[in-house]
């Protein structure tokens, strides 16, 4: 009774141990799958999930396949497959009556600032090769035309007064191939401009100052190269006594006299002139100081050591 009573003890042990063994194995497998569950959560409106944030995949671990007759199936194609419009049946034509050309487009005058200069720009429409253009110089002038049968897209209408308005008008024109009869548009873009000269000369240059005797009494006579613009009237001279200020206009030298005798400069005290180009529209050149030089022409040498 004792050997029998050991046996079925052990047994009992050994049976208890096995579904120890089971239960802990049991309990490690959920706990793993709970953690992967809880860390790749999905769900970013809860705060189940560690990362809280979606997770995705960059391929699909296993091949899809579909039988050929889901994919043929009418439900698929109407929720998948787009409405789509055959570009290639729609042909783009259009019926060009030679007789009546369509208007010139953006035409434009433009000033070019020079003076006495006009330049036109515009867009041809498609099928006019050549314009016309007329211009009307002032009010209660005839309207006379300037060019004809024009093919370039710009024009440049030069040799004009000063301060007068110019209008000009564009007509598309086409010539029949079949008669050699030339259309014009029946309707026709205007524009207007005033050719201003708005562009300032060039300083003076090759300035130079020297003292003289003018009837015995001393004097500074100025000297200057006038600039190559072809409309310089005059040169106006400022002088100030302090350095960094234009002064005073003491006197206009008109065109081509480059000289001037500055009588009237003040005695032992150091002046500062500028000169200034005028050209025939009144524009006047930079009024950046120019003599004498400013600054220190050496440097590296102090001012109170430069030889004079």
């Given at each position: 009774?004792?050997?029998?009573?050991?046996?079925?003890?052990?047994?009992?042990?050994?049976?208890?141990?096995?579904?120890?063994?089971?239960?802990?194995?049991?309990?490690?497998?959920?706990?793993?799958?709970?953690?992967?569950?809880?860390?790749?959560?999905?769900?970013?409106?809860?705060?189940?999930?560690?990362?809280?944030?979606?997770?995705?995949?960059?391929?699909?671990?296993?091949?899809?396949?579909?039988?050929?007759?889901?994919?043929?199936?009418?439900?698929?194609?109407?929720?998948?497959?787009?409405?789509?419009?055959?570009?290639?049946?729609?042909?783009?034509?259009?019926?060009?009556?030679?007789?009546?050309?369509?208007?010139?487009?953006?035409?434009?005058?433009?000033?070019?600032?020079?003076?006495?200069?006009?330049?036109?720009?515009?867009?041809?429409?498609?099928?006019?090769?050549?314009?016309?253009?007329?211009?009307l110089a002032g009010e209660g002038t005839t309207e006379e035309q300037i060019a004809k049968q024009w093919s370039d897209t710009v024009f440049v209408d030069d040799a004009l007064s000063q301060d007068t308005l110019y209008t000009y008008r564009i007509t598309a024109t086409v010539t029949d191939a079949t008669t050699g009869i030339a259309y014009e548009s029946q309707a026709s873009q205007t524009a207007s401009v005033l050719p201003e000269d708005r562009i300032p000369p060039l300083s003076p240059?090759?300035?130079?100052?020297?003292?003289?005797?003018?009837?015995?009494?001393?004097?500074?006579?100025?000297?200057?190269?006038?600039?190559?613009?072809?409309?310089?009237?005059?040169?106006?001279?400022?002088?100030?006594?302090?350095?960094?200020?234009?002064?005073?206009?003491?006197?206009?030298?008109?065109?081509?006299?480059?000289?001037?005798?500055?009588?009237?400069?003040?005695?032992?005290?150091?002046?500062?002139?500028?000169?200034?180009?005028?050209?025939?529209?009144?524009?006047?050149?930079?009024?950046?100081?120019?003599?004498?030089?400013?600054?220190?022409?050496?440097?590296?040498?102090?001012?109170?050591?430069?030889?004079?």
């Amino acid at each position: 009774m004792v050997h029998i009573h050991s046996k079925h003890h052990h047994a009992a042990r050994r049976l208890h141990s096995n579904l120890r063994f089971r239960e802990v194995v049991l309990i490690i497998l959920v706990g793993t799958l709970g953690a992967v569950a809880i860390y790749t959560s999905r769900d970013n409106n809860t705060a189940f999930g560690l990362l809280n944030q979606p997770v995705y995949a960059d391929f699909v671990p296993v091949e899809i396949t579909f039988r050929d007759d889901t994919l043929l199936s009418t439900s698929f194609l109407e929720l998948d497959l787009p409405t789509t419009i055959d570009s290639a049946t729609q042909v783009r034509a259009q019926l060009f009556d030679v007789t009546n050309p369509p208007e010139v487009q953006s035409f434009s005058a433009l000033n070019t600032r020079v003076g006495g200069e006009v330049l036109l720009y515009w867009e041809l429409p498609e099928g006019v090769s050549a314009v016309n253009i007329y211009r009307l110089a002032g009010e209660g002038t005839t309207e006379e035309q300037i060019a004809k049968q024009w093919s370039d897209t710009v024009f440049v209408d030069d040799a004009l007064s000063q301060d007068t308005l110019y209008t000009y008008r564009i007509t598309a024109t086409v010539t029949d191939a079949t008669t050699g009869i030339a259309y014009e548009s029946q309707a026709s873009q205007t524009a207007s401009v005033l050719p201003e000269d708005r562009i300032p000369p060039l300083s003076p240059n090759e300035i130079s100052i020297s003292s003289v005797s003018v009837n015995g009494k001393a004097a500074l006579r100025i000297l200057w190269t006038y600039p190559s613009d072809d409309d310089i009237a005059a040169v106006r001279i400022f002088r100030s006594t302090y350095f960094g200020t234009r002064g005073e206009q003491i006197a206009q030298v008109e065109y081509p006299k480059a000289e001037y005798f500055d009588t009237t400069a003040p005695a032992n005290t150091t002046v500062y002139y500028t000169l200034v180009a005028v050209d025939e529209a009144g524009n006047a050149s930079s009024a950046d100081f120019q003599s004498p030089l400013p600054g220190n022409a050496s440097p590296f040498t102090p001012f109170g050591l430069q030889t004079q």
